[in-house]
């Protein structure tokens, strides 16, 4: 069985906050005549989070300041089973930005950036007069165009709702 031990947060003007390593918080009583445990409530992107003293605070962040050291001074807080949901202690872990992606593309959270945009593979863009242009990589057509690097490689990939909002350039992959 594992223990669940609660420690208070260290947030200046909010005594009475604990957090617990099962990811849960405690909010000091009100209303109530008893403190109110919490998970908090889900963000846009899936994370727990709780308002305290009118700031939010995403619950995972809380539970690693308090019970992980962070002796490396890494600023980001890894799920290490990639559920944003898990705020567990045992599930936590702090990592740099480089590791937390890398965690994400070796687990299948996120594709590599690398592969979708194909680095190095001839382009085909069409201008908004019809020209046709043939580059050698996105890189290229952009310098040369003075287009967005983003909108070409998403015109190139299909993933764009209107082709044509990289000022009227559109782009396939050869």
């Known amino acids: 069985m594992i223990d669940i031990l609660r420690k208070e947060i260290n947030i200046p003007d ?3 906050f604990f957090v617990y390593t099962n990811g849960w918080v ?13 998970q908090g409530s889900l963000n846009l992107d899936g994370y727990f989070q709780i308002k305290i003293k009118c700031k939010t605070y995403l619950i995972h962040r809380l539970v690693a300041s308090a019970f992980l050291d962070n ?10 089973d990639g559920n944003k949901r898990n705020n567990q202690l045992v599930n936590l872990e702090w990592n740099t ?3 937390n992606q890398n965690h994400a593309w070796d687990t299948g ?15 085909e863009v ?3 007069k019809g020209t046709i242009w043939v580059f050698e990589s996105v890189k290229h057509a952009t310098e040369a165009l003075g287009v967005s ?13 209107r082709p044509d909002r990289g000022l009227g350039y559109t782009a396939k992959y050869i």
């Open 149 to 161: 690097r983003q909108a070409l490689e998403k015109s190139a990939l299909g993933k764009t709702k």
């Open 126 to 128: 069409v201008d908004p």
């Open 26 to 38: 405690e909010r000091p009583k009100g209303k109530s005549r008893y403190p109110q445990c919490t």
């Open 97 to 99: 930005r480089k590791e």
């Open 109 to 123: 959270l996120h594709e590599r950036t690398r592969k979708i945009f194909q680095a190095g593979k001839m382009v």
């Open 14 to 16: 909010a005594q009475g």
């Open 71 to 80: 002796i490396e001074g890494k600023l980001e807080v890894n799920h290490i």
